[in-house]
T-cell receptor, first 113, second 110 residues
């Protein structure tokens, strides 16, 4: 069935370092891959997304890469700041008539000042 | 603020009871999605409505049901509640692929 694996489950970095979170999806029909940031007790907030016709997308300090052949996609955060500390979720969707999101298990990112 | 609203913010009830969670999508969005977030199951898709019609179902229990009204707001009904139903319930709305989440309803079943 549909599945998204996410690693690592926890990640601790020093302020200013880079952070990378990786996801693998199982359904080859998936064509939309968003990333959400969730602070404790808050809603998941969309931070960046990528579609299957694009290999990489960047928005300031955040970038996402997609390897459709390997069914991998990754989130890269550069120059991390304490306010980047949160749980990050990757997700995949096959789009079309039903855009249900299949989520990874989340990565708790801690940026140490 | 995503523009998606949910009420109530918190709900505390007893086992066996029934509750209704409400969601108003962003202006112009026809799709509403419901997700459940619990510590052991993570974020799980429950059900999607599009312009009043059910579009997709996930691992939604038979005790749970939902509907979307002509004004596009949606309600998630949870009945015969069990302790394990305690979770955060999120509604999301969107146009096309993108989904924006509401603030969630925290349900506690005692």
């Amino acid at each position: 069935g549909e599945n998204v694996e996410q690693h690592p489950s926890t990640l601790s970095v020093q302020e200013g370092d880079s952070a990378v979170i990786k996801c693998t999806y199982s359904d080859s029909a998936s064509n939309y891959f968003p990333w959400y940031k969730q602070e404790l007790g808050k809603r998941p907030q969309l931070i960046i997304d990528i579609r299957s016709n694009v290999g990489e997308k960047k928005d300031q300090r955040i970038a996402v890469t997609l390897n459709k052949t390997a069914k991998h996609f990754s989130l890269h955060i550069t120059e991390t700041q304490p306010e980047d500390s949160a749980v990050y979720f990757c997700a995949a969707s096959i789009g079309g008539a039903t855009n249900k999101l299949i989520f990874g298990t989340g990565t708790l990112l801690a940026v140490q000042p | 603020d995503s523009g998606v609203t949910q009420t109530p913010k918190h709900l505390i009830t007893a086992t066996g009871q029934r509750v209704t969670l409400r969601c108003s999508p962003r202006s112009g969005d026809l799709s509403v999605y419901w997700y459940q977030q619990s510590l052991d199951q993570g974020l799980q898709f429950l059900i999607q409505y599009y312009n009043g019609e059910e579009r997709a179902k996930g691992n939604i229990l038979e005790r749970f049901s939902a509907q979307q009204f002509p004004d596009l707001h949606s309600e998630l009904n949870l009945s015969s509640l069990e302790l394990g139903d305690s979770a955060l319930y999120f509604c999301a709305s969107g146009y096309g692929d993108t989904q924006y989440f509401g603030p969630g309803t925290r349900l506690t079943v005692l």
